[in-house]
């Protein structure tokens, strides 16, 4: 499992730096990243989704592969009540973890409604789904009823 978030978190600035599509409209094409897919929409006055694309894609999984990694590797040197607190985070992110991409499907739908509007796949979106992938791999190797019948929990 640990090896699996190591994994995750390695790839991870990959999948956020690199196009994960790209938008071809009126012989003009324009490459996103998700780095620069929420800094764009929160430069061209798109704060909310600017932002939820920025929490959801970039912080969220940080955040929870950070926390699995912390709770499956720490046994020997974290406090019970730590993992514990680490593994509630761990389902708090990954509830929120997949909102970035239901907006980004709405968003294709969106401008595929017009015509003259091409996407192509990046990178990015391959990589970003390898991360989701180990990531949710990880989750769900994790038994979570360890931290509750710990015997060093008191």
């Known amino acids: 499992m640990a090896l699996l978030c ?4 390695t790839l991870f600035p990959a999948a956020v730096l690199l196009p ?19 800094l764009g929409l929160i430069g061209r006055g798109e704060l909310m989704v600017g932002l939820i694309v920025l929490v959801c894609s970039l912080c969220l999984p940080v955040v929870k592969l950070s926390s699995l990694l912390l ?19 761990v389902e708090w992110t990954g509830r ?3 909102l970035d991409v239901l907006l980004v499907a709405v968003l294709v739908a ?32 994790y038994d979570p009823h360890a931290l509750w019948d710990d015997p060093d929990s008191e």
């Open 71 to 89: 709770v499956t590797a720490g046994r020997n040197w974290l406090a019970v009540h730590h993992r514990r607190f680490g593994w509630r985070l």
């Open 110 to 141: 969106w401008m595929k409604m017009g015509e003259l509007v091409e996407f192509t796949v990046g990178p990015g979106l391959w990589v970003f789904a390898t991360v989701v992938l180990l990531s949710l791999t990880a989750s769900a190797q």
């Open 20 to 38: 994960v599509f790209e938008v071809q409209q009126f012989g003009r094409a324009v490459e996103a990243s998700l780095w620069s897919g929420s």
């Open 96 to 98: 929120w973890g997949m």
């Open 6 to 9: 190591a994994t995750a978190l």
